[in-house]
């Protein structure tokens, strides 16, 4: 407990004497916890409106709906049987409260210049066991005729109560609006929904709307059991031959399904968090391991004075990991500042969005992350730095090279320049750093391919024509999709900022090592530039690795998000080209510049023997 | 004229608490073609610092500088560079060599740069390496061999462009007696062969090996000594040997 | 110098001249500085101290050589002689007291004396540098050489150190 103890107070220590490596630790890593904090606290953030209304409306436990094609007659049979079989279900032990059957009427309403397909509900105006929808505007179904609209449509349609709708070419006078669970929301949520009386159902029958099916909902004396009822009672269409429909849902299932543009949006900000986080690994990394090369002479004398390689460890994870704990304290605030603004945007939400609380599952996960970081990127470079001989560390430096690779061989046989072969010879020397590289650089790399894609698929999607009856959903549709590419533009510029900083760190450090040999070659008569051009070539190879592995696994990534609606597009080989091609250059500009600023140094001083 | 080097006045100042400090501090020099030159003083008299100057690894805040004939002081470093290539090898104490080249590509690096052909500048270089008895260490990479091989490596880079005058800054400061002997050798076969030569050095061994002998003190020259002529060996030896005694 | 020759003796009776030429072999170019005679000179010392006794040899073609032998006494000394760890002449005293009489009276620069004797021994040693070239390496000679050249360079530290002493000395 005591090299705990010693160990956190050198931690804080070595923090406090070197805090801009420590801030720019903690910024790269809140970025990942930052996007991963918004991503738990926006995924069922939908979840507490939906129980307020839920317990509001008294609604459903268990649910039993049944559907039938509405142009064939023949089922006609099968779902009277099918009703007298749910009637009788109502009985069940456990049930104590019933609400329908309520026959669904199957036509059109005019939303926004086009029709949308619509099931009108057939209910007497109650009251009900289950499922009493919420009014929020106007009056519930009653005497005087008029449809009462689910919030949802009433929102696309921004009518009211003394509106009209234009339900199978005919206006009808609005009552009310109301909000119910047992639905999700228009227009994410499909088809349409009103609420008719008998009277009126009537009317629309002549107008021409057909039955397509009925709805029960129960409620049981302990909701959780809904799963067990489901399972005990199953009323499957046990006809294959038929078209008719009938299924059973348990309350929990209905709300899971009733969000898909928020999981959409959470699961694309998870998957956004995970890639940054990996490109966060590589960063942690590098720096760390550049942190270690300075401090390889302080490892190197309390090795000396006796302090064990597992203290030196304990003191530099403590360390790490307390800049983990402020990232992922400040990633989780920022996720539950940001998550309800963004999940406002969301049309399926019953409510103001309210991230959900915050359970330890949920912290352990970005927690884990985080943690994961720290340790992959402190392990490896605190593991070499004490293997190394007590006797070396002292004496410091770098790490002793390599033989000449084949490659540097092969590009002096072809008659590369002399700078170039000095870098290649460099970059040959650590591989290590040349893979971390590589890893930050071909993830942007691979993210910008995704983002082309994307972009020319969202462009085709907004072109085409809407279906029939879909034209007010597929505008919202469309707007989801718009979210979620801007959450993917993000990203993608989010790991391009993060692949910048890694190349001016990593060619930073890299400058550094090899200012010892630079004032060598420059005494020896090499021009600055020529020391300049070679500390670039030697970066450049994270960079071919970066073209040459990311552009493919971006491909690989779309190929993986393709499909469902998103139409099919290939990137045009063009612009791949093009990308192959702007990489490297705009990679050597960015290295060039600490490059150039650390070959300024006066060379004398690294030549002295003082 | 076969002046290798002629400075006149060079002046190198650094900022400091107070008035900057004069490390060098108004410094006349001329080396003649084929002489070897010696310069001792205490540590912080600057003699470190001339070197530098000299090399073009530092610039001289007043002062002029010629070398071979040239004007040098006013040269930017890529102009430095280049004509270092040509002109300068350097022996450093800590003898810097490229640690991620082996000893034979270390040597060949300025020919390289000269733009001399790879066949030629590998041919000249292990030419050089054989002269100096260590060729068989060729293909190793500098942490492989000792300190009197690394400096021996040195030597041949600084040799392998046939250079105006190679500028030794303590060059035995890190080697043991065995290799500072090596080195001692080296030194008077260069000396023999007429390479100019200009030692930093506070090992009296080193700096007697010269022609002359520059005193410095406080970034000034301040005494100048030819040590070819001299009282007879024998004489000396007799002295040191006390043969004539009692036994 | 007796007990050197005496030593040489130890192994096998020798005449005069073959001594000498031992003794040039094994001290190099300070052979040179032998005086031819003292050799002779140290022999009939030695046997008029009863450490060695001479024989006639009779020669074919040749005067009759004085051929010498190691008495008993002699063998014990060189036995002491060897064993013996005295070192000869640790401290430059002569120098050293020269610096101090010259500041006391004031008839020369104690720094002065330094510089110049400095010099003065850089410059032998840089003749005995030149000297050692011409001697092949693993010769017995070389050896010496090398004892003398790193002596000299003792002493020129010696000097450096005690020019810093006097300079401070007269900062004061």
Redesign the interface.
């Given at each position: 407990m005591r090299s705990l103890r010693l160990a956190v107070r050198l931690a804080l220590r070595n923090l406090r004497r070197r805090p801009a490596q420590g801030a720019l630790l903690l910024l790269t890593l809140t970025i990942a916890t930052g996007v991963l904090g918004v991503a738990t606290s926006v995924y069922g953030s939908a979840d507490a409106p939906w129980d307020r209304v839920w317990r509001a409306t008294n609604g459903f436990h268990v649910s039993l709906g049944v559907y039938h094609p509405p142009d064939e007659p023949g089922n006609r049979a099968f779902v009277a049987e099918l009703r007298r079989r749910s009637e009788h279900l109502a009985t069940a032990p456990g049930v104590i409260g019933v609400g329908g059957p309520w026959t669904h009427l199957y036509g059109s309403i005019e939303v926004g210049g086009g029709s949308e397909d619509l099931t009108a509900e057939v209910r007497d105006p109650g009251p009900y066991e289950v499922d009493q929808p919420l009014v929020t505007s106007g009056r519930w179904l009653g005497e005087g005729g008029g449809v009462v609209l689910e919030s949802g449509l009433a929102a696309t349609l921004q009518a009211g109560p003394g509106d009209t709708v234009v339900i199978q070419g005919r206006p009808l006078p609005v009552r009310g609006v109301a909000s119910t669970v047992s639905r999700g929301r228009f227009p994410l949520s499909r088809p349409a929904q009103v609420w008719v009386t008998p009277e009126t159902a009537r009317q629309l029958r002549d107008l021409g709307m057909t039955e397509e099916g009925f709805e029960l909902q129960l409620r049981l004396a302990d909701p959780e059991d809904a799963a067990e009822f489901v399972a005990a009672h199953s009323l499957e269409a046990t006809d294959p031959s038929s078209a008719v429909i009938a299924y059973m849902e348990t309350w929990q299932q209905r709300r899971a399904d009733s969000h898909s543009d928020i999981d959409i949006l959470a699961g694309t900000l998870f998957a956004a968090g995970a890639l940054i986080a990996i490109l966060t690994v590589a960063t942690a990394a590098v720096l760390i391991t550049g942190r270690m090369a300075t401090q390889l002479r302080q490892v190197g004398t309390l090795k000396a004075v006796g302090v064990t390689p597992r203290q030196i460890v304990l003191v530099l994870l403590v360390e790490h990991l307390a800049i983990a704990a402020g990232a992922i304290a400040i990633g989780l605030g920022i996720g539950r500042l940001l998550a309800p603004r963004i999940a406002a945007t969301s049309v399926t939400v019953l409510g103001t969005p309210e991230p959900p609380p915050l359970t330890w599952a949920r912290v352990a996960m970005v927690a884990a992350v985080a943690c994961a970081v720290v340790l992959l990127g402190t392990i490896r470079p605190a593991l070499r730095g004490i293997r190394q001989s007590t006797l070396r560390s002292l004496a410091a430096g770098p790490r002793p090279p390599r033989r000449p690779g084949r490659l540097a061989r092969l590009a002096a046989n072809l008659g590369v320049p002399l700078p170039g072969v000095l870098g290649i010879r460099s970059a040959w020397r650590r591989p290590g750093r040349l893979l971390t590289n590589a890893a930050g650089l071909l993830l942007g790399v691979a993210m910008i391919v995704v983002a082309l894609a994307l972009r020319d698929s969202l462009g085709l999607l907004s072109l085409k024509p809407s279906e029939p009856g879909h034209a007010a959903s597929d505008a919202a549709v469309g707007i989801l999709y718009d979210q979620v590419r801007a959450v993917i533009l993000a990203t993608a510029g989010l790991l391009l900022v993060l692949a910048t900083i890694n190349a001016i760190i990593v060619a930073t450090f890299a400058a550094r090592d090899a200012a010892g040999n630079h004032a060598v070659l420059r005494a020896v008569g090499a021009t600055p530039r020529q020391t300049v051009t070679a500390l670039v070539v030697s970066q450049l190879g994270a960079c071919a690795i970066a073209v040459v592995v990311g552009i493919p696994l971006g491909l690989g990534l779309w190929s993986l998000m393709e499909g469902g609606d998103l139409p099919q597009v290939s990137v045009s080989t063009r612009a791949l080209v093009l990308l192959a091609a702007a990489v490297p250059v705009v990679f050597a500009a960015i290295v060039s510049v600490p490059a150039r600023l650390l070959a300024r140094r006066p060379v004398a001083p690294l030549l002295t023997y003082e | 004229m076969s002046e290798v080097i002629d400075a006149r006045g060079l002046v190198r100042r650094y900022p400091a608490d107070g008035p900057p400090v004069r490390a060098v501090d108004g410094v006349d020099l001329v080396v003649e073609a084929g002489e070897t030159v010696s310069v001792m003083g205490?540590s912080g008299c600057g003699k470190s610092t001339l070197l530098h100057l000299l090399g073009g690894l530092e610039r001289p805040d007043a002062g002029e500088l010629r070398l071979g004939g040239r004007r040098v002081d006013g040269l930017s470093e890529t102009q430095w560079a280049i004509f270092r290539r040509r002109s300068v090898g350097f022996v450093f104490q800590a003898f810097h060599l490229v640690d991620e080249l082996t000893a034979v590509e270390n040597v060949e690096l300025p020919a390289l740069l000269l733009g001399v052909s790879r066949r030629d500048a590998r041919r000249r270089a292990m030419g050089l390496l054989e002269r100096l008895a260590v060729a068989e260490r060729a293909g190793h990479l500098p942490d492989r061999l000792s300190g009197g091989e690394q400096q021996r490596v040195a030597v041949a880079r600084a040799l392998i462009n046939e250079p105006l005058v190679v500028l030794a800054d303590e060059p035995t400061g890190n080697l043991d007696s065995r290799a500072t002997?090596d080195i001692?050798?080296l030194f008077?076969e260069l000396r023999q062969a007429r390479q100019t030569l200009l030692i930093v050095t506070h090992?009296?061994?080193v700096?007697?090996?010269?022609d002359r002998?520059l005193t410095m003190r406080d970034g000034t020259i301040v005494?100048q000594?030819r040590?070819?002529?001299?009282?007879s060996?024998?004489?000396?030896?007799?002295s040191?040997?006390?043969?004539?005694?009692?036994? | 110098?007796?007990?050197?020759i005496?030593s040489l003796l130890a192994k096998e009776p020798a005449h005069g001249y073959e001594l000498r030429q031992r003794l040039v072999k094994a001290?190099g170019?300070?052979g040179?500085?032998?005086n031819p005679g003292?050799v002779y000179v140290t022999l009939s010392r030695l046997e008029r101290a009863g450490l060695v006794e001479a024989m006639e040899v009779a020669q074919p073609s040749h005067p009759d050589k004085k051929v010498y032998e190691l008495t008993a006494a002699g063998r014990e000394r060189v036995h002491q002689?060897l064993a013996d760890v005295t070192w000869?002449?640790v401290a430059p005293v002569e120098f050293h007291l020269k610096l101090v009489v010259a500041a006391a009276t004031r008839l020369a620069d104690p720094v002065a004396l330094v510089?110049a004797q400095r010099?003065?021994?850089?410059?032998?040693?840089?003749?005995?540098?030149?000297?050692a070239?011409e001697e092949p390496a693993d010769a017995d000679g070389a050896l010496?050489l090398?004892g003398?050249?790193l002596?000299?360079?003792a002493d020129?530290?010696w000097l450096?150190v005690c020019e810093?002493r006097w300079v401070e000395r007269e900062s004061r």
């Open positions: - | 205490p002997g001692l050798k008077a090992d009296a061994r700096a007697s090996t010269a002998l005494a000594t040590l070819g002529s001299g009282a060996v024998a004489g000396i030896l007799a040191l040997a006390d043969l004539g005694g009692d036994g | 110098m007796r007990d050197v005496m001290l170019p300070a040179g500085a032998l003292q002689w000869s002449k510089d010099l003065e021994l850089l410059r032998e040693l840089h003749q005995l540098q030149e000297l070239l010496l090398e003398a050249a002596r000299l360079q020129i530290r450096e810093r």
